[in-house]
């Protein structure tokens, strides 16, 4: 009749006092006492057992429940909360009150996961962060402490210990700005700069200014056929050189000797589309959703030490989302990777 889940003050006191009437009148009856006197006696004991069993335990939950609601919403009760807690919630069954704090309980445990994928990033950017310094830190003083030992009197050693000493150098401050670059950016503090330019002009741009590791690798650069046509977008041309030339300084590191690298540009609705595509190594399937993460790099990447940190990638990936765009990858090892990225086309 009364199932437990709906469980109310108003229904324990009914059944209370109900009980204690039916109780009452076998009693009186059996008592010899007339059926009048039964009835109204029973009937003012129903009513009295009926409101301070009512008013007990109404008082009892609503102080219980009070304790928790105000543990749950960790504030001071505000006067909104306190019209809530004295007049709103005494009327709500029991399995009500369950069910909110059911969902409360719901909210803070996706709360907690939410913060424990932040720690676990965090230990691991860190992580990543220190043997990222380490490497050239360590190399640096490896290489200083030869040369104080003795080796600076051998020129030849000395030439070429002070030049290793100085591209680890180099790749710690390399490292330090990309690090910086990243923070400006992930705290969106950097300030966009938009403007209409031809995107086969900076493409040429980065082609020269990479010219010597392209030359060194014997590499091949041009802009896809029938994609000649100039192009003009609508963005920050500074910040598109960047992405540019992180992509085109990848296709060139992980790339053939005497490879291809080709740009392609291409109108798409209302956007403008650009893809790099070198025939190099590629990238293995199980690697694609991982290669624009901070610090990823592929084993080849690792192993052969021609990677520089992985940042470059997650750098890209920043600046094109910063103009709400999107870039992407395919790639097939053996073959060659393209990376494609888009951009507003041009603004009247
Ligand atoms: N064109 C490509 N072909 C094959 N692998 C690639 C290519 N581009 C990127 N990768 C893989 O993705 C990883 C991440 O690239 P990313 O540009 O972020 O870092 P990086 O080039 O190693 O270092 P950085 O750009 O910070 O100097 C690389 O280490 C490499 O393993
Ligand atoms: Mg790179």
């Not at 010899?32 to 006696?41: H, M, P, R």
């Not at 230990?123 to 830190?137: R, V, W």
């Not at 056929?225 to 590191?253: F, H, T, W």
């Not at 094109?320 to 888009?342: L, Y």
Request: net charge neutral.
């Amino acid at each position: 009749m009364f199932e437990s889940g709906h469980t109310s003050p108003l229904s324990i006191a009914t059944i209370t006092s109900l009980i204690s009437g039916v109780f009452f009148s076998l009693f009186s009856l059996a008592m010899g006492l007339s059926w009048e006197l039964t009835l109204i006696g029973g009937s003012i004991l129903l009513l009295l057992i009926f409101f301070l069993v009512k008013y007990l335990v109404e008082k009892f939950i609503h102080s219980k429940i009070k304790l928790i609601y105000k543990f749950i919403h960790q504030t001071k009760v505000s006067k909104r909360e306190e019209f809530f807690l004295k007049n709103v919630l005494p009327q709500q069954s029991i399995a009500e009150v369950g069910e909110e704090v059911l969902q409360w309980a719901d909210q803070r445990k996706t709360e907690m996961e939410v913060l424990e994928r932040n720690e676990a990033f965090r230990k691991e950017f860190l992580q990543n962060l220190s043997h990222e310094f380490k490497t050239p830190a360590f190399a640096i003083q490896g290489y200083l402490e030869t040369l104080i030992a003795g080796a600076s009197e051998r020129p030849e050693i000395r030439t070429r210990f002070l030049e290793n000493a100085f591209k680890n150098t180099e790749r710690l401050i390399n490292l330090i700005s990309d690090l910086d670059e990243i923070t400006k950016l992930e705290s969106g503090k950097l300030a966009l700069h938009y403007q209409n330019f031809i995107i086969h002009d900076l493409i040429f741009d980065v082609f020269e200014a990479l010219q010597l590791k392209i030359e060194s690798k014997h590499i091949r650069c041009n802009i896809k056929k029938g994609c000649e046509q100039p192009i003009s977008v609508y963005a920050d041309k500074e910040k598109i050189r960047q992405v540019l030339i992180n992509l085109v300084e990848n296709a060139i590191k992980y790339g053939n000797q005497e490879g291809k690298i080709e740009a392609g540009i291409y109108r798409t609705d209302g956007n403008v589309l650009i893809e790099i595509t070198d025939d190099g190594i590629g990238i293995a399937e199980e690697h694609l959703p991982r290669i624009f993460e901070r610090f990823f790099r592929t084993d080849y990447g690792r192993s052969r030490n021609i990677g520089g940190s992985g940042l470059g990638l997650a750098i890209c990936k920043h600046i094109v989302e910063a103009h709400g765009q999107f870039i992407q990858v395919r790639s097939k090892p053996g073959v060659g990777t393209t990376f494609g990225f888009t951009l507003n086309k041009n603004k009247e």
